[in-house]
């Protein structure tokens, strides 16, 4: 049905596990693999992209994003009776000398306010909320995005992203579209996870990072999206770790690697690199080559 | 007074700032609120006893097809495509839906009923050393945090403190602006890395574009470089603390205890974290931002 | 009989438009006299709900059965409510999948073969473990 292109997505919960560095080590193995495997990428975390940081990617095309619409009032023909405000559940309709004002932050776009208005003083105008781009990297294209910071609709950019990506995998014939997923477990992540073949949890062994990844299980686990997961910094809370795997067991989850704490992570960050490919001996890459064996069993095994 | 702590990147140690703060000014009387309903951990630190309960609803609407002759007004109004009409049937898709109430508004049968579908829950009691803690947690599936995060703002289980924290989630989208909506001041925990750079530029546009006088806290200082405050120094945004990497650190925040309690010598910093947010607020408040006059509030 | 296949372009051979919700246009074929239309998809461009909205609009115009690749639960829903029929094509050329319709050669879409992908509900909740 997708001619034989896989989607991963790359999530966590918890945010801060790993994502991003995980997604671009994995572009690395991927296009370093014997023979290359071709991808596209997508950077679905729309609110703070940072996949770019370690791909330091060509951007060949940008485009404006028109997320939703917000209520704009003409004050001229608004007369303060606050029928608009009455019927705003959303806290976004202020008074401001006799006229009512639209907090476009606020204004969730429902035009509620439109239809209510006697003097149909209230229009709803579209709004450019951020920008995605068509970039060309080292290991492959990659779609990403930057959401104006205070505006809505990540879900939305989510989606267009991951179609470009996957509309030009088809395109090209490429062999999988690796998405870094956003944390949270709301509606980023589930337009991320939409139409994944398979999801990679990047687990981290604290208290929290345990909590939040039984979350975002549930999540995939609900929208019948496969998914294995990972240990990030699996050392630093050996007990965390031990939970983990115990959990997995449980679950039936395959559990696809452990990746210690390495500093030779932030140095390639800091190089601008993912961690495999600046330091290709460091224990984190040579766990990163183990998750990634795994990763290329399952999605074999898959069915399309 | 409102401190909204926010990041922008997961994981730099919000949490962990927010709690240690509460923790360390818990002699006055003080309110903690986990904003971050998709994956709420607050209560990992501060230990609450969640006595208070209350469901999260999103007011959904159901026609009733008696009544409904399927005008198609309610599809035409809806925003969201969440009714359509369909072979005489108006259809409702509640995950669609945003619970705006414009159908039943519009309805020229009154046809449209409300009911509430159960997105979330609010919790709350208390927490060690007297603080008051309330926190919202989405249920799985939904995807909207948003409404969850406002009914806790507006919940008031408890009688007002004087000094409220929120725990903000990560990124720079509708959640975050929800849950620093009504702040006074917002406190960005960051990592002195890129992705910490990156991410901290963004909040700290976000804060400016509400208005909001922000601070910085940079933690696990010396890893990655010294753009972050490079950064901080060329945009005036004062960093009021640093917190060094130490393995023994990430060891015990991995182990779900606060930082004040394992390490009782930064109480008196995060104390004193307090006292310059408060100076800070203070001189802001003296200003009428270009924000607050756009709104006229 | 009506027939909407999603398509790129608003001719009769036009390359086929994979997706639903957000395809660029829809061809509507009449099945007996072979007559056809070119829409642009209102939804394309939408926020959320641009499966339902589609949805919508084909039953609006009269639609009685579409060709896709596959539907969304909310696109599917809202089609077996209007009842309207949904079959999946791969690629090619819109003129040649109208062909391939009237020769009873498409497959009829059934929500179990697309895998739980897409899935927004819940509906698909069986993971493949």
Known sequence: MNNGIKQLVILSGKGGTGKTCVTAALAHLASANNPPVSIVLADADVDAANLELLLRPRVLESQDFQGGQAARINEDDCLGCGDCAAVCRFEALKINNGTYRVDPIACDGCAACVFQCPEEAIVMREQIVGQWFRSDSRYGPLFHAALHPAQDNSGKLVTLVKQHARLLAMDENRHLVLVDGPPGIGCPVISAASGADLALIVAEPSTAGVHDMRRVLATTGHFGVPSLVCINKANIHPAGTIEIEAYCRQHGIRLAGRIPFDTGVIEAMVQGEPVTAYRPDSPASRALLAVWAQLKNVLQEEPV | ?297 | MKLAISAVEPIINAPFDARFGRCAYFIFVDAETHAWKASPNPALTSGGGAGTQAAQFIAGQGAQAVVSSSFGPNAYEALVAAGIKMYSARAGLVENIFEDFVSGELEEFSPSSDSGKNARHGRHKGARR
């Open chain 2, 1 to 297: 007074m409102i401190i909204a702590v926010a990041s922008g990147k997961g994981g730099t140690g919000k949490t962990t700032v927010a709690a240690s703060l509460a923790l360390a000014i818990s002699a006055a009387p003080i309110t903690f609120l986990d904003c971050d309903v998709e994956a709420p951990n607050a209560h990992l630190y501060l230990e609450p006893e969640l006595m208070l309960h209350k469901d999260v609803g999103l007011l959904i609407p159901k026609v009733d097809q008696q009544l409904c002759t399927a005008c198609g007004r309610c599809a035409e109004v809806c925003q969201y495509h969440a009714i359509v009409v369909l072979a005489e049937k108006a259809l409702v898709f509640p995950e669609l839906c945003h619970g705006c109430g414009s159908c039943t508004l519009n309805c020229p049968e009154d046809a449209i009923r409300e009911v509430p579908k159960v997105v979330g829950e609010l919790e709350a009691g208390p927490a060690v050393s007297g603080i008051n803690f309330a926190r919202g947690t989405l249920n799985v599936s939904e995807p909207m945090a948003a409404p969850v995060i406002r009914q806790l703002k507006n919940w008031q289980p408890f009688p007002e403190s004087a000094i409220v924290i929120r725990d903000v989630p990560p990124g720079t989208s509708c959640p975050v602006v929800e849950s620093i909506l009504g702040a006074d001041f917002v406190l960005l925990v960051t990592e002195p890395t890129p992705f910490g750079l990156h991410d901290l530029r963004l909040a700290a546009q976000l804060a400016r574009s509400l208005g909001l006088p922000a601070g910085v806290v940079v933690n696990r200082d010396g890893i990655g470089d010294s753009r972050v405050d490079e950064f901080c120094r060329k945009a005036g945004l004062p960093v009021l603390m640093r917190i060094p990497m130490e393995r023994r650190i990430a060891e015990c925040l991995a182990r779900g205890r606060p930082l004040v309690k394992s390490y009782p010598e930064y109480l008196p910093r995060f104390q004193e974290l307090y006292t310059r947010i408060q100076s800070l607020a203070a001189a802001n408040g003296s200003e009428v931002t270009l924000a607050q006059i756009e709104l006229g509030s």
